[in-house]
């Protein structure tokens, strides 16, 4: 039986975020800039900036505090007048295990 409109919960999110205020280098050609991201999440995380709008990945560096960094690629899923939101792409291995120790003991 599939449950009807009335009673499906609004959409969660599957990964939950954690309060992420800290500086985040994204590469840009020879360029790196300094934007503030506002949460992470094992899927992504959110940044406040405004890369042109025909961008549609972002290289970034994600400094973990007491962690370590994380270098990925990131797909722009969302923009926002806040910023835009990012999915991770090609994250490694390693990369995972880094960010599943930095998210673990923040999780509520």
């Given at each position: 039986?599939?449950?009807s409109n009335s009673t499906l919960r609004p959409q969660e999110r599957y990964h939950p975020?954690?309060?992420a205020n800290w500086m985040v280098k994204v590469h840009?050609?020879?360029r790196t800039v300094l934007v503030?991201?506002?949460d992470l999440s094992m899927a992504g995380?959110?940044?406040h900036g405004?890369?042109?709008d025909s961008t549609k990945q972002l290289s970034l560096t994600l400094p973990l505090p007491g962690i370590g960094d994380i270098t990925a690629t990131c797909n722009i899923v969302r923009r926002a007048t806040q910023?835009?939101?990012l999915e991770f792409a090609d994250l490694d291995w390693d990369h995972f295990l880094l960010l599943a120790r930095y998210l673990h003991p923040r999780l509520p």
């Open positions: 039986m599939t449950p975020r954690v309060d840009l050609g020879e503030k991201a506002r995380l959110f940044l405004h890369p042109p910023g835009v939101a």
